[in-house]
């Protein structure tokens, strides 16, 4: 079998969470407003609105921690995005900008110290087109980073939603990577069984459902030169295409309103090979190609991937793929320059 190159991938989806939130000092504490307290020597607990959110350890907010992860997992380069629930979409709108704004400026931090092994993709308060639009400004300008984390749906409107085009078209201007990750996915009152399964179910499918909507919403065909992936391997957008491809034949309402057919507007979409299995791997890649799909691994949480390079060599014996998906088109995604392709 090809191996891929020792430590070469680049991950795109990976997580950071500080080690501490600033007191809130502008009037009474915010709706939605985190804090951290200390579990034991290694682990702190993310507080949301007075309750317990996750537990976390420090390789959610250490460098040197995650570096040596990153070799053990064969990771060069990692892009640094926060975790969802801190987009605080539905939180007042300026504690949302102060939020946002600390999240980016800990991500550069860590950039900054970790001698070119980490990139960034920051947060923007979505809840608000010109706020948002700002602080995409001052994340890849003044920042650096490669874009910005999205949510699947900006407090449960679809980002295919026209109202969202201006941000896009504007991260099309700055050549700024999308990456759309899930967050208070719908169905919820659906599932049955413990809270996990909100990940390991209802994150896929709003995923697909975000996809989706940027497929019969057109959005490529107003901002033809954004870069927007989707984690998870795009969710359930694989699955839906044949039959959203077929509508588009039957239904001429759905040909009328989507410009092209979704399986070829699926093409010109990113993303992460996140699938946990080599033969849904071979199976989305298939579907959109094997220059869309980059390594995502949702590191530093328990539900991650650990051998992302393996899975890969598992799925394909072509060399060429494997580099492709290992670094060459998360390069492309991210327009990281200097970087082998």
């Not at 500080?18 to 034991?40: Q, T």
């Not at 994340?139 to 941000?167: Q, Y």
Request: include cysteine.
């Amino acid at each position: 079998m090809t191996r891929i190159c020792n430590c070469c991938g680049i991950d795109v989806h990976a997580h950071i969470v500080p080690a501490e939130f600033p007191s809130y000092l502008k009037g009474a504490l915010p709706r939605g407003w985190p804090s951290m307290e200390s579990a034991d020597a290694c682990h702190k607990t993310i507080v949301i609105d007075g309750k317990n959110y996750r537990t976390l350890g420090q390789a959610c907010w250490n460098g040197p921690t995650r570096i040596a992860d990153m070799d053990d997992m064969g990771v060069r380069i990692q892009a640094l995005s926060p975790m969802p629930e801190l987009f605080g979409y539905w939180m007042d709108l300026d504690p949302a900008i102060d939020l946002s704004r600390y999240l980016n400026d800990t991500i550069a931090e860590l950039i900054a110290g970790s001698d070119g092994r980490f990139c960034g993709l920051g947060t923007v308060p979505l809840q608000d087109l010109n706020a948002a639009i700002v602080e995409l400004h001052r994340v890849v300008k003044d920042l650096g980073f490669a874009g910005v984390e999205i949510g699947s749906n900006v407090n449960a409107a679809a980002i295919g939603d026209p109202r969202f085009l201006p941000f896009f078209k504007e991260a099309e201007a700055l050549g700024a990577a999308v990456f759309v990750h899930a967050v208070r996915p719908a169905g919820m009152d659906r599932l049955f069984g413990p809270g996990q399964l909100q990940q390991i179910i209802a994150y896929p499918t709003d995923v697909g459902l975000a996809a989706a909507s940027v497929i019969t919403s057109n959005m490529l065909q107003n901002a033809p030169d954004l870069r927007i992936g989707f984690s998870h391997g795009g969710g359930t957008l694989a699955s839906l295409l044949p039959r959203m491809d077929e509508g588009w034949r039957v239904f001429p309402a759905v040909k009328d309103a989507i410009f092209q057919q979704p399986s070829l507007q699926a093409k010109a979409l990113f993303y992460d090979a996140l699938v946990y299995d080599p033969m849904t791997l071979r199976h989305i890649t298939s579907m959109f190609g094997d220059t869309q799909l980059f390594v995502g691994t949702d590191y530093p949480f328990n539900f991650h991937e650990r051998s992302p390079l393996s899975r890969i060599e598992e799925a394909f014996e072509d060399a060429a793929i494997q580099e492709r998906l290992a670094h060459a088109n998360a390069a492309r995604f991210l327009g990281l320059s200097g970087v082998r392709q």
